[in-house]
């Protein structure tokens, strides 16, 4: 009994520490987003100089190459945002400024990776959200959602196909996405396959799910439903409010992207909210239609089952890693300043974790050594390439020279000494390794990856014009 009460008040102890540091860091990113916003307003509105007509020469055929580049799309990943949230901030910590073509789409951050991969396809190609008629009565959400007037690559398709770089669960959505076009899943495009994807980067990626869902909240016997006291279940109190206030200005800086359940008290009053709490109604009831239950390792392999390694596609994979085992004994976190104090935590518990002996275990072969090694949010081993329940073709590289000129249809994957959101938000943090890692992503997408002739940038052929000039 004595332990029985210890152990519980060490848990809820834990659970208010978690709970308290995961609110500081959300509300630093947002204040942080409103302040800048604020910043910059004052300063143009006081140091505003005089506006002077300028009349700039178009280089006819440097915007024409410029426009036939493939585009590079940054997928954010849970709790992220894209372009047009938050303020200036961005997600991938201005990255996308290293490239002439990258498109950074505002996804819903907390909606399951079927929804985010339908939303992920409409704001390439414009139209309204649809999301499936099946999938949207089985979920308890409307058909259709966010109308895009104007897609951002409307000419998106087999001859002009796409780079994604998908972060964490991005990696995943655009794994779906590629799948559900191979399938020709999306009415009114019966032309889609799988060849509109002409590469995915996958950094620190939730290839094959997470032991961290199971710390955070998730039952490990089903890898679906909600433990009664978890720091889920505080997430889960707060998204819901957060929707039922229905707060313009609020959900115009930062949205979770369940528009299409349809939660507002405008629309279903005290009644409505009730149901959500009890989970009768909206993404947390029994469907489970929202991300965390996607990267349980239950929810992965249900995934996976249906998702292909196409053998016209490039694959590379940066696995991120935070975590040493010193003699080849117990695994622990490789130091403290190293990792974002957001992390530290579950980097010590991931790496302890077991899965609980007393229910089957999730897969056969399992074993809790292999799962040991963590960024602080996903397992090493998870972000390598898709390995569970069937194993994808793969190599393992030191440096990204190594495996040129890349073959596609393989999964290359390199291992990294970072946590979790080292690449992304902060890029101070990251310093050189953030120009290494985004460098070497931009060059391949445009130096390694094609299907037909390699295009040269824009500078490029300037400068080879220069110099033929000059011979």
């Known amino acids: 009994?004595?332990?029985?009460?210890?152990?519980?008040?060490?848990?809820?102890?834990?659970?208010?520490?978690?709970?308290?540091?995961?609110?500081m860091y959300g509300l630093y990113i947002f204040s942080s987003a409103v302040a800048g916003d604020l910043t910059q307003t004052l300063s143009e509105s006081i140091f505003k100089a005089k506006t002077a007509v300028e009349v700039k020469r178009i280089d006819q055929g440097k915007t024409t190459q410029v426009s036939d580049l493939p585009p590079i799309v940054l997928v954010h990943g849970i709790f992220g945002f894209g372009k047009g949230r938050l303020g200036g901030l961005s997600y991938f910590a201005g990255a996308e400024k290293k490239d002439e073509r990258v498109l950074v789409p505002d996804l819903g951050s907390l909606t399951s990776v079927h929804d985010r991969a339908r939303e992920l396809f409409y704001y390439l190609k414009g139209g309204r959200v649809d999301y499936g008629e099946d999938h949207s009565k089985a979920c308890g959400h409307s058909q259709f959602g966010r109308f895009y007037e104007k897609g951002e690559y409307q000419e998106w398709d087999e001859d002009h196909p796409i780079h994604f770089v998908g972060h964490s669960a991005g990696a995943q959505v655009v794994r779906v996405l590629q799948q559900m076009l191979a399938d020709k899943m999306f009415s009114g495009y019966e032309n889609t396959n799988e060849n509109w994807v002409l590469s995915l980067t996958s950094l620190s990626g939730a290839l094959n799910g997470t032991t961290r869902t199971y710390l955070d909240g998730i039952s490990p016997e089903d890898g679906k439903s909600l433990k009664l006291i978890s720091l889920l279940q505080i997430c889960k109190l707060g998204v819901i409010m957060y929707d039922w206030l229905d707060i313009p200005w609020l959900k115009s800086y930062y949205n979770f992207g369940f528009d299409h359940f349809d939660m507002s008290w405008k629309n279903t009053g005290l009644r409505g909210l009730v149901d959500c709490l009890l989970g009768n109604a909206g993404p947390f009831a029994s469907s489970g239609d929202w991300i965390l239950p996607d990267l349980s390792i239950q929810g992965s392999m249900k995934l996976n089952a249906n998702l292909r390694t196409f053998p016209n596609t490039f694959y590379f994979s940066y696995a991120t890693k935070r975590t040493r085992k010193p003699l080849g004994m117990m695994t622990v976190p490789s130091g403290v300043m190293g990792i974002h104090p957001l992390l530290f935590i579950r980097v010590l518990q991931m790496s302890q974790w077991r899965f609980p002996r007393d229910i089957p275990l999730p897969y056969k072969g399992y074993r809790d050594e292999d799962w040991q090694d963590n960024d602080g949010a996903l397992n090493t081993i998870s972000m390598t390439h898709p390995r569970i329940p069937v194993e994808h073709s793969n190599l393992i590289v030191q440096s990204d020279s190594d495996c040129l000129p890349l073959q596609p249809g393989i999964w290359y994957y390199k291992i990294v000494e970072a946590d979790h959101i080292l690449f992304i938000v902060n890029r101070e943090r990251a310093g050189v390794e953030f120009d290494l890692i985004y460098d070497s992503i931009f060059e391949r997408c445009r130096k390694h990856v094609f299907r037909k002739s390699p295009q040269s940038l824009p500078n490029e052929a300037q400068h080879q014009l220069g110099g033929d000039q000059e011979d």
């Open 1 to 23: 009994m004595i332990q029985w009460m210890v152990v519980s008040a060490l848990q809820l102890a834990e659970l208010s520490v978690s709970s308290v540091v995961h609110m």
